[in-house]
């Protein structure tokens, strides 16, 4: 690849920087990118599954990750990370990411990372084709395509060193700080740049001068290079014989900072780690002088440099090589910007029709659509299409659970509050609330356990030993009336479906061996319809490729209990609109239904 960077690239960010990360959207939204450069963040220590961040007026969400294996498997497509880990820890991090591959670059800005561990791990890196701007480093810009983090400064400094728009400039340094200051110089002196890198100050970095120019010879877009170097070290004279043998044949203007050093008595060091000369070949003077040699251009002082860049630029210019770059429109950046306090990620009223996950209301209500209410479900409540034999289940749950006579607490509660006179809101509400681990609640208990049985492998026997052990009676299992010679319709429907429509059954299969095993000791430890659906809901998620994790998580949220509610609810408004029908009076509890066993209060 010629370009370090283009308008596709997205990056995985390792620690959530929130500062650095908003500098990053905010150039994006500014050049007008359509998707935002930062695709993950990984925050180890963090419980949050996302931030939030600005782009442009609006917000967006960035999501976050415990791990940079999670991340990387979430969002393929990002193959640059950006490690903003402590110097302590950012070469496992970069070591892992090597490890788990996919990755064309990676930036370490962790200064001090033990020059050891720092000569593995940037060796690595080559042997895997990746290249590593680092450590020690602001990062990376491929002006009007992506910039890595800081690099550039505000938005404003950006704009006005024409960073915003790819120039014909190639520009390498080692210094951050000087990037910022060269980027300006060269859109005074010149259109900008189209690629720039600041290598890094430490003294074993990962792609050093000679990897950025040759690749910036190879770039359409960079006509003419820049190199900024400085005392200490040798790696600008692996450019020069480049430049000898032909390998580079654009023009390089190059000046090495620290010609200053040939004034003091004794060896001095400036500022980076490798800016420091050990031998004579290694001061800045002697290094100018060899580039200037190799007919790279370089000017007599740092002062003469923005000279030297307009003298090269405009011969460019005259000879055709360099032409008009027009200036793009520029989206600003809004003064003032408020966070959103909610979010909704499954619906949305702002066009001229709603939408369910992205589907116009209109594509998914009426009977000629051939769509059902399971497939609003999939859609509002899992944000998926799911398929027909999905969807018709869903289905086949809610009316399966729609109502089991007025007996029951739910059922009971709503008929005593409609008539109290309260309206089918109230009363629905007063049966709703009495849903949980004794009415309903057996669906997630029987996912939960029966999924964790099966996840360890467990047989029936060390199942009911376990759960006897935990000191709970098997969710799903037990029926009052219903046994093997009397079994529950709904169940025989529920598995009839099941084994004509779902690929496979594993988990009602295991079930059904622990059934066997409890029905040998009392006939009515059945399965009942509880945990039928439960199972059976697991088995469903399986089939349509979501992970344990991510099926553990809707067990945990009560997803599985919603299905009991939401067919129940049928039921209640039924058992309401029956009372209010036959306009029934105020409820008093019988006092012959009471034991009554009221002693005489003892005085204290």
């Not at 050990?278 to 580039?291: F, H, I, Q, V």
């Not at 622990?514 to 430890?525: F, I, Y």
């Not at 199972?535 to 945990?556: C, H, K, P, T």
């Amino acid at each position: 690849m010629s370009r370090l960077f283009t308008k596709d690239t997205q990056a995985i960010f390792w620690n959530n920087n929130k500062t650095a990360i908003q500098r990053m959207l905010d150039y994006d939204y500014t050049i007008g990118r359509e998707t935002p450069s930062v695709a993950a963040i990984v925050a180890p220590t963090s419980n949050s599954k996302f931030e939030k961040f600005f782009y442009g007026s609006d917000e967006i969400m960035v999501p976050l990750y415990k791990s940079t294996t999670e991340a990387k498997a979430a969002q393929p497509q990002a193959d640059v990370l950006l490690n903003f880990a402590s110097f302590r820890t950012a070469y496992d991090v970069t070591m892992e990411a090597l490890k788990i591959g996919g990755f064309k670059t990676i930036m370490i800005t962790a200064e001090g990372i033990p020059e050891r561990l720092a000569r593995i791990m940037n060796q690595a890196a080559r042997d895997a084709g990746v290249t590593v701007i680092g450590p020690a480093t602001v990062g990376a810009i491929a002006p009007g395509a992506f910039k890595i983090a800081n690099i550039g400064g505000t938005i404003d400094n950006i704009i006005n060193s024409k960073l915003h728009r790819a120039g014909s400039c190639g520009l390498v340094t080692r210094s951050g700080g000087l990037f910022n200051e060269l980027s300006n110089i060269i859109s005074i002196n010149a259109d900008g740049i189209a690629e720039g890198v600041a290598i890094g100050g430490d003294r074993f970095v990962g792609s050093v001068f000679i990897d950025n120019l040759l690749r910036m010879e190879s770039n359409p877009d960079v006509k003419y290079m820049v190199l900024l170097g400085e005392v200490g070290g040798t790696e600008e004279y692996k450019v020069i014989e480049a430049v000898k043998d032909g390998r580079i044949k654009k023009p390089i203007i190059a000046w090495c900072i620290g010609t200053i050093a040939k004034h003091f008595s004794s060896g001095v060091q400036f500022g980076h780690a490798g800016a420091s000369a050990n031998a004579e070949r290694e001061t800045a003077e002697a290094k100018n002088k060899a580039m200037a040699e190799a007919g790279i251009h370089v000017p007599a002082s740092f002062n003469d440099l923005p000279g030297t860049i307009k003298e090269v630029y405009e011969e460019l210019r005259a000879n055709g090589t360099i032409g008009e770059i027009p200036e793009p429109e520029l989206k600003p950046i809004p003064k003032t910007r408020r966070s959103k306090q909610f979010i909704c990620t499954i619906s949305d009223d702002r066009g001229e029709e709603a939408t369910y996950a992205g589907f116009p209301i209109s594509s998914v209500a009426t009977p000629d659509t051939g769509k059902g209410i399971g497939d609003v479900v999939s859609l509002l409540w899992f944000k998926k299409q799911y398929p027909k034999w999905a969807t018709e289940f869903i289905e086949t749950v809610m009316k399966t659970v729609a109502d089991h006579g007025p007996a029951v607490s739910g059922a009971h509660n709503a008929k005593v509050t409609a008539r109290a006179g309260k309206s089918v809101v109230e009363a629905l509400v007063t049966g709703l609330l009495t849903i949980g681990p004794r009415f309903g609640g057996a669906i997630d208990g029987a996912a939960k356990y029966f999924k964790y049985a099966d996840d360890n492998n467990l047989t029936p026997a060390e199942f009911l030993a376990y759960m006897k052990k935990q000191g709970i009676p098997i969710p799903g299992i037990g029926h009052r009336i219903k046994s093997l010679k009397n079994p529950d319709k709904r169940v025989e429907g529920l598995k009839k479906f099941a084994a004509e429509h779902f690929p496979r059954t594993p988990l009602l299969d295991y079930a059904l061996t622990v059934e066997q095993l409890t029905t040998s000791k009392k006939e009515n430890l059945i399965l009942n319809v509880d945990g039928t659906i439960g199972i059976l809901m697991v088995d469903m998620w399986r089939a349509l490729g979501y992970s344990e994790e991510e099926i553990d998580e809707f067990i945990e949220s009560g997803t599985l209990n919603a299905f009991f509610i939401v067919g129940r609810s049928i039921g209640f408004i039924g058992h309401i609109l029956d009372e209010k029908r036959l306009a029934m009076p105020m409820y008093r509890h019988p006092m012959d239904d009471i034991l009554y066993d009221v002693q005489k209060a003892e005085e204290i």
